[in-house]
């Protein structure tokens, strides 16, 4: 049999229906009977809702907020002293807080006729003043969004650890940095049919989630509902990223319309709802100090980070993700002893923001590896020298940091060499002297990083949100026919799982991964699980598949044992087989023993049978950590703008990879997402409150094109306390290529004077910098 | 996401179609590749009650080769252009240009004479064909008449198409074999709209020399004057007098620095891609 277990290079199993165009999409689901759901949404930012006037001839098919008695409003507290609570109704009821938030659903036959009556939907509002501006709504006299709050701040923190003691360093840089706000763009949008089965007496909920379970929870608390009449299925998804991570008003509006209307009900997100209105993320402004010694050693970092959270506090992740994550990962993988960060979680007229791949990270990269590069200018030395004093070494491991992150494993240094040496500085250098034929500036940059993934209890029983990740479940069922069942709470949406787990089985059963089975996105079919986020499916899945397998193997054990007549403990499972001292049965023969011929099963067996569900998890969870530096070589044409990337490396420790081809895949995806932070993606927005961007025309993704080919390395030291040494990595191909590429840019643009520190790097803004440079005369 | 409600014909004659475009108690909109009006009409940012589809137009698929010009009919798509199944009189700078249009996929659909007609100042037929001197040919019920391109755009999305005309072809000079030409845009990404472009034609034999700054926010701004884009100089990159661009550009409403920087930037690359052929 082909090498299938842990560490096996195996093409996807779910790749044959995929690319033949068989998946299955909730916009691909029939059910008899079925309508459409278009939205009426709010045209402005602020307003008081004076009214919501339906047209007379479809009285019936238009419902808004005075229909909906018994919803509750989506409420995602956090547990945090001081945090100020929103309150989302499905429909929104006094106030309108953002463009795009629900006023009124339209039902028809067709989404494009549910669109013609959403569009004779008679709104009458009271406009008020849009807080547009994060740093301009920290203000006492900003026009406040929940009144009730007397101020438009979610949450403030503060972490300081002897910040007084660098105040007095040699070198002290100050950034303003700034992450725009973007899109998470997966392929599909949001997608829901919901539907009430009168026999089971149950609301069922087809939608595109990476969470199904935590959609049940969320369901059943808005609609007044007990769990168990809530099954929420998750078909084929086409991406996820953090967006489908987050129940939303419109689920709880379908869910309700379906009780009330007796047939199945769709909506499925267009492309405009999907950018202007929900999938918002990312936007954070820094005010950034490093303190440095003259020889570059870095003695402090002094931050004030403000993240703009938009109207409402997001199910469940809350409004104070980004910014409490902010301050305690800021300081990276990096060791130094003064540190001060002050957040802010700001409320303001746009929509929510939710968390994008990365999530904080991707901002306290930038912001940070910006700072060091400008302490390297200051110091008159090589970036990676700046990086190299304060990397945490291999022989500090496990090393606990200055806001008590217990890094696991690593070493973090030779990452940041490899990547120098792959990258080839110095000949990146000498042809920074030799100048360019087409006149364009050359320059390199890199970052280095480090991803707590799969954090569990121990971190989020801490923040008190509506979700804390307790003991991950698997179940491991054997056929009859001998084949395996793997059914999990955690979803796949293209990472691979339905591949990558099976190989987990398939490395402690033997079983040949054709015959294994991975069930998910079913509530009904699956255990319990917050569903797939914070990079935990290899680490948490494959863990919890791994000792369902190793208790199922314990199981078979005992009857094969029998069956071979010698005692459960001269026997061991290798290979599919339970194998003796003389002889050796397959597990098919004991599958089928145990539902077909029970006659011949011993006298004291496991009478849980051939199906275990066990919990996982690994001890201490605090998370694994991954880490990664990139490198990377751009062309700069100072005279339009434009940047071209000529090389990029990637020297990543994913610790054990299960399968490395699937780990390539999610470090090029994230790659292209941060190429995308980097260089395109901005929603902006007007003064009114008004997102400018509401089609791919003015919401730029990076193309093919844009990508560039890349150089993998990967290091795999093991984790020490999970399954096979596995660390979660999911996200980190995200983290770093917006700091990497603007390090280049300003590297390149080193002998005109010009920085930027705000991403993207547009043509526009390059070109700014440079007559900005040039201005003031450096 | 999804357009209202419209009726659907698709004549196979050019008469039938003029019927149909001058009917004036409805909206009506014709047709001709999509790639732009597609888009538009799921935004319903156009709203027709009848969508009048022209691709079963024989005679809008015809060439007719002219001793001083090429003929190419409106419904040629870029990806005919661009693969060489149209007679080539302008050595090859079609070709370059319908070959840097969008994606293959729109190329494929995409239409020379909708892309006129649609008017979208960023499109790169009207900066191309405005430099290379081309005129649109449009037809109504009352006759025929040419037009140079850059006077058939009025302003985004605005031509001075009357209802029911449609613009049948796009007549373009054959030009002689000294012939030189520069096209340069500069856009964000592959495929996406340019936000500058610069073209360039200098035909030495027939002493033509037309420069085009486009991707304006309104109608190309076309430079024939060459004593002034020259100082009087032979027409090379660095003999661009940038003082007249920018004077022309705000002329023309372009008062922003940087657009101003970028649009010069491309008309003089496309002006020494010319100079190096």
């Known amino acids: 049999m082909k090498e299938q277990g842990v560490g096996a290079r195996l093409l996807r199993k779910e790749d044959d229906r995929f690319m033949r165009g068989r998946g299955q999409y909730v916009a691909d689901l029939r059910f008899a009977g079925m309508k459409d759901v278009a939205f009426v949404r709010s045209p402005v930012a602020h307003a008081r809702i004076r009214s919501v006037q339906p047209p007379e001839t479809h009285r019936h098919a238009v419902f808004t907020a005075a229909d909906l008695s018994g919803v509750k409003a989506i409420r995602a507290v956090t547990t945090i002293k001081g945090f100020k609570p929103s309150e989302q109704p499905p429909l929104a009821t006094d106030k309108v807080r953002y463009v795009g938030e629900l006023l009124a659903m339209c039902v028809a036959p067709t989404r494009a006729e549910a669109e013609d009556i959403a569009a004779a939907v008679v709104l009458d509002l009271d406009e008020l003043p849009a807080v547009h501006d994060m740093l301009a709504a920290r203000d006492q006299q900003s026009v406040l969004l929940h009144e009730q709050w007397g101020d438009n701040i979610f949450l403030e923190s503060l972490v300081e650890i002897d910040i007084e003691k660098a105040l007095d360093a040699p070198i002290k840089v100050t950034r303003e940095v700034r992450t725009s706000r973007q899109c998470m763009a997966p392929i599909e949008g949001r997608a829901v049919v919901a539907m009430w089965d009168t026999r089971l007496e149950q609301l069922t909920v087809y939608s595109a989630c990476q969470m199904p379970h935590i959609v049940r929870t969320g369901l059943a608390e808005c609609l007044g509902l007990d769990e168990g009449q809530v099954r929420v299925v998750s078909p084929d998804v086409g991406g996820g990223f953090g967006y489908k991570g987050i129940l939303l008003a419109e689920e709880v509006c379908l869910g309700w319309l379906a009780m009330q209307c007796g047939h199945p009900v769709r909506w499925i997100e267009d492309r405009r709802e999907h950018l202007t209105a929900n999938a918002n993320c990312r936007e954070h402004y820094y005010r950034i100090t490093g303190y440095a010694d003259r020889d570059g050693t870095l003695r402090g970092i002094d931050c004030e980070a403000t993240v703009d959270s938009g109207a409402y506090s997001a199910y469940p992740f809350s409004a104070c993700l980004e910014a409490a994550q902010v301050a305690s990962i800021l300081p990276g993988p990096y060791d130094f002893p003064a540190y001060r960060c002050r957040t802010f979680s700001v409320a303001t007229d746009k929509c929510p923001i939710l968390p994008y791949r990365g999530v904080a990270r991707t901002g306290v990269c930038f912001a940070l590896e910006l700072v060091l590069d400008a302490i390297a200018r200051e110091a008159g030395i090589e970036p990676y020298a700046v990086r190299e004093k304060i990397l945490v070494k291999r022989a500090q491991m496990p090393f606990t940091n200055i806001t008590r992150k217990y890094f696991d494993s690593g070493d973090y240094p030779e990452s940041l060499r490899r990547a120098v040496a792959a990258i080839d500085l110095e000949a990146v250098r000498a042809r920074q002297r030799r100048g360019e034929p087409d006149g ?335 201005r003031s005369g450096t | 996401m999804k357009p209202v409600r419209f009726a659907y014909e698709r004549p196979t004659d050019l008469a039938a179609a003029f019927a149909l475009g001058r009917r004036e108690d409805i909206a009506v909109k014709f047709l001709a590749g999509g790639q732009s009006l597609g888009p538009m009409l799921n935004l319903r940012l156009i709203q027709p009650e009848l969508v009048v589809d022209i691709t079963a137009i024989a005679e809008l698929k015809h060439i007719e080769e002219k001793p001083e010009s090429i003929v190419l009919g409106s419904c040629i798509t870029h990806a005919d252009i661009e693969d060489g199944r149209v007679p080539d009189v302008t050595s090859a700078a079609l070709r370059r240009v319908a070959c840097g249009i969008a994606y293959r996929a729109v190329r494929n659909r995409g239409t020379i004479g909708g892309s006129v007609a649609h008017a979208d100042p960023a499109a790169d037929w009207l900066s191309a064909l405005a430099a290379l001197g081309a005129s649109a040919i449009v037809k109504g019920e009352s006759g025929q008449r040419g037009i140079a391109i850059e006077d058939l755009i009025v302003g985004v999305f605005e031509t001075t198409l009357k209802p029911g005309e449609i613009v049948t072809g796009v007549e373009i000079p054959r030009q002689s074999r000294a012939a030189r030409w520069g096209y340069y845009k500069a856009s964000r990404k592959t495929g996406e709209f340019a936000h500058a472009i610069g073209a360039f034609m200098h035909d030495p034999e027939r002493s033509v020399c037309r420069a085009v700054i486009g991707a304006t926010g309104s109608k190309p701004i076309v430079l024939t004057d060459m004593q002034e884009l020259f100082v009087g100089r032979v027409p090379k990159p660095e003999a661009m007098s940038v003082q007249f661009v920018r004077q022309m550009m705000g002329a023309r409403g372009m008062g922003d620095d940087i657009e101003q920087k970028i649009h010069l930037a491309v008309l003089r690359r496309a002006i020494a891609q010319a100079h190096a052929s």
């Open chain 1, 440 to 774: 364009r500036l050359i320059g390199v940059g890199l970052a280095t990083y480090c991803e707590q993934a799969a954090h569990g209890t121990s971190v989020y029983h801490g923040w008190g949100i509506p979700m804390v990740p307790g003991f991950e479940q698997a179940t491991a069922r054997l056929t009859p026919d001998g084949g395996l069942e793997l059914r999990v709470g955690v979803h796949s949406h293209g990472q691979g799982l339905e591949t990558s787990l099976a190989q987990v089985a398939h490395e402690v059963l033997g079983v040949d991964v054709e015959k294994i089975k991975v069930v998910h996105g079913d509530t009904a079919l699956t255990p319990y699980s917050t569903g797939t986020w914070g990079s935990r499916c290899a680490v948490m899945a494959g863990g919890a598949v791994s000792v369902a397998c190793k208790e199922l193997a314990k199981r078979a054990a005992k009857v094969g044992a029998q069956l071979l007549q010698t005692d459960a403990d001269k026997v061991s499972v290798r290979g599919g087989e339970v194998i003796g001292p003389r002889g050796s049965i397959t597990l098919k023969e004991i599958a089928a023993t145990w539902y077909l011929k029970p006659q011949n099963l011993p006298p004291d067996v496991d009478m849980g049978g051939m199906e275990a569900t066990i919990g996982y998890r690994p001890k201490p969870d605090t998370g694994t950590f991954s880490y990664a530096t990139h490198a990377a070589v751009v062309a700069v044409d100072a005279e339009i703008g434009g940047v071209e990337i000529l090389d990029y490396v990637v020297v990543e420790d994913g610790g054990k990879l299960i399968n490395p081809m699937i780990v390539d895949g999610q470090i090029l995806g994230g790659l292209a997402q941060g190429i995308g932070t980097a260089l395109y993606e901005e929603m902006p927005f007007d003064s009114a409150g008004q997102p400018l961007a509401s089609t791919f025309a003015d919401y730029l993704l990076p193309g093919p094109t844009e990508v560039p080919s890349v150089k993998i390395d990967h290091m795999e030291t093991l984790a020490p306390h999970t399954e096979f040494g596995v660390k979660g990595l999911g996200e980190g191909g995200a983290i770093p290529p917006p700091a990497t590429i603007a390090n280049a840019i300003n590297d390149a643009l080193r002998p005109l004077g010009a920085e930027l520190t705000i991403s993207p790097i547009t043509p526009r803004r390059i070109l700014e910098a440079i007559e900005h440079a040039g």
